[in-house]
C-alpha cells in the first residue's frame, strides 16, 4: 500500500487558501441591486448587457440566420424580466426563429424576413399600447 504523506508548512497552506479564495471570488458576478447610493439600478444594467449581447451576435460571422435568431433571442432573454407582457415578448422571439427558418430554406429572402419580422413587431408593440391604455 503506498501512503502519500505532505509536508507543506502552515505558510504555504494558508497561501494556498488565499489562492483558492482569490481564484473562486473572480468567478462570482458583482450583483445590482436598486436602492440609494451611486450607480444604475437594475433595469439599466439588464437592458445595457442585453444590448451588448444582442451586438455582440450581430458582430459574429453569419453562420445561418437560425443561429443569429437564437443568439439575438437569448441576448433578449437577458432582459426579459423588464417587460411588461412576456406573451408578447414570447410571440416575438418564436416569430424571429420562424422567419428565419423560412429565410435559411430560402422560401424568403433576408429583406422580406426582416419586413415580416419589423411587421410583427410594430403589431406586438401596438397590441402592448392598447392593453396599457386599457389598464391591462
Known sequence: MMVFRCDTSRGATSALVVVLFLALTACVAPRS???PGPGPGPAVD???????AQAACRAQPLVSYVARAKCLNDAAMIAAPL???PDLF?????ARIEIATRVDKKEITPEDGANQYADIE???AEEGKARLANGE
Do not use: C
Open 83 to 85: 417587460n411588461e407582457n
Open 122 to 124: 410594430a403589431r406586438l
Open 90 to 94: 414570447r410571440r416575438a422571439l418564436n
Open 33 to 35: 441591486f436598486s436602492g
Open 46 to 52: 439588464l437592458k445595457a448587457r442585453s444590448e451588448a
